[in-house]
């Protein structure tokens, strides 16, 4: 799995599946997602870029102007875009989980859960000079409100991806790791190369 041609192999077994990266926001869904593409020969997006681009302007300033539910709205049309092509690894917003029919466009490919522990999580965001919305005014408490909200939902990814104090490049070989024992998982119990 270390050689190209086990990437190769992988990208082979995925057909084409689209890689939906879902966590907390400061999860290093945009970090370690181009590490991941490049791997397998895919193409990169970020569903927030998409967004700043298409509503040209920034995420604080439609939450702002808009509020959050035109944010919502903005997230799931782009989401759908996206759903439409293949080979893609996406970054998602950290609410992209709330709306159940964004689950419906996830699950036409690999939903994984970069699950970062909650301290290590706050440390990035404390550290982070990026404006987020959703954490103003008390970043502790309205993070652990969201993640409270969020967390359940999580965990109806894929694939669960534990994450401690690893680089972008090693938690993207923790995801491929891992893709390719649940391809082969699923290959030995219906004899097809298909991802349940």
Same mark, same amino acid.
């Given at each position: 799995? =270390? ?8 990208? =082979? $077994?995925?057909? &084409? ?6 966590? #907390? #926001?400061?999860? &290093? ?9 490049? =791997? ?5 997006? %970020?569903?927030?870029?998409? +967004? ?11 939450? !702002? ?7 919502? %709205?903005?997230? /799931? ?6 759903? $439409?092509?293949? *080979? ?5 917003? &950290? ?5 159940? !029919? ?17 301290? +290590? ?6 550290? %982070? ?12 408490? =309205? ?5 409270? $909200? ?11 991806? /534990?994450?401690?104090?690893? *680089? *972008? !490049?090693?938690?993207?070989?923790? +995801? ?5 024992? #649940? ?12 991802? !349940?």
């Amino acid at each position: 799995m =270390n050689d190209l041609s086990g990437f190769n192999l992988l990208a =082979n $077994k995925l057909g &084409g599946r689209n890689l939906y990266l879902v966590g #907390m #926001m400061g999860s &290093g869904k945009s970090s370690a997602g181009p590490f991941l593409a490049k =791997n397998l020969s895919y193409s990169f997006v %970020d569903v927030d870029q998409i +967004i700043e681009h298409v509503a040209k302007r920034s995420i604080p300033e439609i939450f !702002e102007a808009e509020g959050e539910v035109v944010f919502r %709205d903005l997230e /799931t049309q782009v989401l759908k875009e996206i759903g $439409k092509r293949h *080979s893609l690894v996406v970054a998602t917003g &950290g609410g992209v989980v709330i709306r159940p !029919e964004n689950w419906g466009i996830l699950h036409q490919g690999v939903v994984i859960w970069l699950d970062v522990s909650r301290q +290590i999580i706050l440390e990035r965001l404390q550290s %982070d000079q990026t404006s987020r919305p959703l954490l103003e005014n008390n970043l502790i408490e =309205n993070f652990d409100s969201l993640l409270l $909200k969020r967390r359940d939902l999580y965990l109806e990814a894929d694939l669960r991806i /534990t994450i401690d104090q690893e *680089s *972008s !490049e090693e938690v993207a070989l923790q +995801i491929l790791a891992n893709l390719r024992s #649940m391809l082969n998982k699923n290959l030995n119990s219906s004899g097809q190369q298909t991802i !349940e």
